[in-house]
């Protein structure tokens, strides 16, 4: 009689898990629009931001969206550069990639355009991605001056400090932004960016 009692058992929790990872399944790759996911497939997550699920991530796509009049959400998340509370990464209809930043509150506190999720696209919208060769070049000037570090993503200056910028995480988890100029010399490191 036990025996069959916690078989019994066994069987309902599997039934639950089931149903449990088929619905968050579906929830993560479900928004207002029906067609975009919390988080795009084409990006990593960064290390110090965290997916929103649930009721917040629903806010966060409903004030950005609210914002940038429509597009897809490629991801909403913590905002691990202390813009505001949450970001939501959205691809407006004409291609243009925008940043919303979002407070505790719902409110939209910021905006940066030509920024994505992670990666390479996560540039500031005065600035632009660095691609082909030109990103290599900075990768590699970078990582020759901050032994073991991860770069984050590399990128124009818009600041005028140099020419490009690379952002990088040293090895003990501390961040920087390593300066380098058009003959890919390191011109200068920021750490705490």
Do not use: C, W
């Amino acid at each position: 009689m036990r025996g069959r009692f916690r078989k019994g058992l066994m069987g309902l929790a599997a039934i639950a898990a089931f149903a449990l990872g088929g619905s968050a399944v579906a929830n993560a790759v479900s928004n207002s629009n029906g067609n975009d996911a919390t988080r795009s497939s084409g990006f990593g997550q960064r290390t110090d931001e965290t997916a929103l699920t649930g009721d917040t991530a629903a806010k966060v796509k409903e004030a950005a969206l609210a914002k940038t009049g429509g597009g897809t959400v490629e991801a909403v998340e913590t905002d691990g550069d202390g813009n505001a509370a949450y970001e939501a990464h959205i691809v407006k209809s004409d291609g243009t990639r925008v940043t919303v930043y979002v407070d505790e509150n719902f409110d939209v506190v910021g905006t940066e355009e030509g920024r994505g999720p992670g990666g390479p696209g996560h540039a500031r919208g005065a600035e632009k991605a660095l691609t082909g060769d030109t990103a290599e070049k900075v990768k590699q000037a970078a990582l020759a001056e901050v032994d073991g570090a991860t770069v984050e993503r590399v990128e124009t200056d818009a600041e005028g400090n140099a020419a490009y910028e690379a952002h990088v995480t040293k090895a003990d988890g501390s961040r920087a932004t390593v300066y380098v100029d058009k003959s890919f010399n390191v011109v200068d490191v920021e750490t705490g960016r």
